[in-house]
C-alpha cells in the first residue's frame, strides 16, 4: 500500500499559501534513499551517482543530491547550465547525450565535465569543435579533454531471467538509437587514445524501469566481460564503468520494490568474478539513476473541481496532462490516494480527468476510489520523476509550482507556478505582425 507523506491537514495549510495543483517533493526520502544507494556500494571506493538531470531539473533538488555526494548527468545544454548554477562542474557532470550539438559540447568541456560519446563518428566531430575551446582538464596535447567515456549497444534483445514461460524480455537494444556496436567501441578508444585522451570510461543502458534486483548485475557482468576485452584489443584500461539508469520504482501498490543492497552486492559479485582476475580490481562504479532516486518522493496535489455523470463517472481535477504526462503518453499507472479517506471503501469507479481537449487527458480510468467530493485533495504519487519535467503548454495550461517539504517539516516553494505572462512573453512582440 502506498502512504503518502503528507496529509490532510499539511495540505489544507500549504493551499493557504501556494494554490493546487503543485508538486511537492520530501527532502528526509530524498536522502535517506541517497544515503542507501551509496552503502550498497560502499564496496567500490570510487563509486559515484550521477543524477539524471531530465528526471527532475530543479536546483534545490540537484544541491540535496549534490550534498549527498550525487554529481549529475546531463543531455542538453539547459541541463549544463541548470547544473552550474547549482554549484556542480568538473568531473561531478556526465555528459550522456545523442545527435549533439556542437555547442553543448563546447559548453560540457569548458565546464570540464566527462563527454560521453553516442557514435564513433563524434570522436572526429568533438576534436574537431573543441579545437579553439578552452578546455577545463584538457589532456597533454590541450585538443582533447583528459576523460572521456562511450556507450555500449550491444544489439539484439535484451532478456533476464528464467520462468515457465522463457526468459523475460526486459527491452531490444537492436532497436535502440543509443551507443555504438562492440566493433565501434574499441575503434573509439583506439582512435581517442591517439588523440591524447588519458583516461578512459564505458556506459550502457539496455532497459527502462526495472522492478528486478538482478537488471544491474546482469548488466555488470555484460560491461564486465567487455571492459577486459577492451583492455586487450583497444589497448586501454577503463577507469570507470557507468552502470547508467534502469532500475525502477513499482507504480502499482502491490508492486516489490528493489533492493539497492542486494542490488549492490549482486553487482559486487560480478566485479570479484570478473574484473579482479583481469587486474581491473581499481575500476570505479558510476551509476546515473533518476526515477529511482526521486519518483517516490515526489507527489502532485491536485483538487477535485467538478464531477460528471454520463456513461461513465468522471472527476475533473484542477491538474492535467501538462502537469503530468505519464498516463497520457504511455497509459502509466500512478496510484491515486483521495486525503482524508485513506481508510475508505474503494466502492466507487471513476475516470479522473484534466482539463486539455484531449480524450486521453486521464490520471485515472475505470480506477477503484473512495466517493469523491469536489473540494477533495488528490494526491497522484510517484511523480518526483519524469513529473513536472516532462510538463508542456498545450491549450495554454501553465505549469505547476514545485514545493519541497523540508526534514523539519516546513514547506518552501522551490519553483514559482508559471504565470500567463511567462508563456505570452515569447511573443510579445510580435502581436501587430500580420
Not at 4 to 16: G, L, W
Not at 84 to 95: D, Q
Request: hydrophobic letters at 35%; a negative charge.
Amino acid at each position: 500500500m502506498k502512504t503518502p507523506f503528507v496529509t490532510k491537514e499539511q495540505v489544507e495549510e500549504i493551499v493557504k499559501t501556494y494554490p493546487t495543483p503543485f508538486h511537492i517533493y520530501d527532502e528526509k526520502g530524498i536522502r535517506e534513499n541517497a544515503r542507501a544507494l551509496y552503502n550498497a556500494f560502499s564496496w567500490n571506493k570510487g563509486f559515484k551517482e550521477y543524477f539524471a538531470v531530465k528526471a527532475t531539473p530543479t536546483p534545490a533538488i540537484l544541491r540535496i543530491l549534490h550534498e549527498e555526494g550525487c554529481g549529475t548527468d546531463c543531455s542538453s545544454m539547459a541541463e549544463l547550465v541548470i547544473s552550474e548554477k547549482s554549484g556542480i562542474v568538473g568531473n561531478e557532470i556526465m555528459f550522456s547525450s545523442n545527435d549533439t550539438p556542437a555547442e553543448e559540447f563546447i559548453k560540457c568541456a569548458e565546464l570540464g565535465g566527462i563527454i560521453n560519446l553516442d557514435d564513433l563518428t563524434h570522436v572526429d566531430f568533438v576534436y574537431d569543435v573543441l579545437k579553439d575551446v578552452d578546455i577545463k582538464d584538457p589532456c597533454s596535447s590541450g585538443r582533447m579533454p583528459r576523460v572521456m567515456s562511450c556507450r555500449f549497444n550491444p544489439g539484439g534483445v535484451f532478456t533476464l531471467g528464467e520462468s515457465e514461460e522463457g526468459f523475460q524480455v526486459m527491452d531490444t537494444p537492436g532497436d535502440s538509437k543509443y551507443g555504438m556496436t562492440e566493433e565501434q567501441i574499441i575503434e573509439a578508444y583506439k582512435k581517442l587514445k591517439e588523440l591524447g585522451v588519458e583516461e578512459f570510461g564505458i556506459h550502457s543502458f539496455l532497459a527502462s524501469n526495472t522492478v528486478t534486483n538482478e537488471y544491474y548485475p546482469t548488466l555488470a557482468g555484460i560491461l564486465f566481460e567487455l571492459a577486459v576485452r577492451i583492455q586487450e584489443k583497444a589497448g586501454v584500461t577503463l577507469s570507470f564503468i557507468n552502470l547508467s539508469g534502469g532500475v525502477g520504482v513499482p507504480y502499482d501498490p502491490e508492486g516489490i520494490p528493489n533492493d539497492i543492497a542486494i542490488i549492490g552486492e549482486g553487482v559486487h559479485k560480478k566485479f570479484d568474478e570478473i574484473l579482479v582476475p583481469a587486474g581491473m580490481g581499481d575500476v570505479s562504479i558510476y551509476t546515473e539513476l533518476g526515477r529511482y532516486m526521486l519518483a517516490p518522493y515526489g507527489h502532485l496535489v491536485t483538487k477535485a473541481i467538478h464531477e460528471k455523470h454520463i456513461y461513465k463517472e468522471y472527476i475533473g481535477v484542477d491538474a492535467c496532462a501538462a502537469n503530468l504526462m505519464r498516463p497520457a503518453m504511455y497509459g502509466a499507472y500512478h496510484h491515486i490516494t483521495v486525503l482524508g479517506k485513506e481508510d475508505a471503501p474503494t466502492d466507487y469507479v471513476y475516470d479522473v480527468t484534466g482539463s486539455l481537449c484531449e480524450n486521453n487527458d486521464k490520471f485515472a480510468i475505470d480506477r477503484k476510489l473512495p466517493k469523491i467530493d469536489k473540494g477533495d485533495y488528490l494526491v497522484i504519487h510517484d511523480t518526483g520523476a519524469h513529473g513536472h519535467s516532462m510538463g508542456y503548454n498545450y491549450n495554454g495550461r501553465l505549469r505547476s509550482a514545485e514545493l519541497l517539504l523540508r526534514e523539519d517539516g516546513s514547506v518552501i516553494q522551490i519553483r514559482r507556478a508559471e504565470t500567463l505572462d511567462d508563456y505570452l512573453s515569447t511573443i510579445d512582440d510580435y502581436w501587430d505582425i500580420r
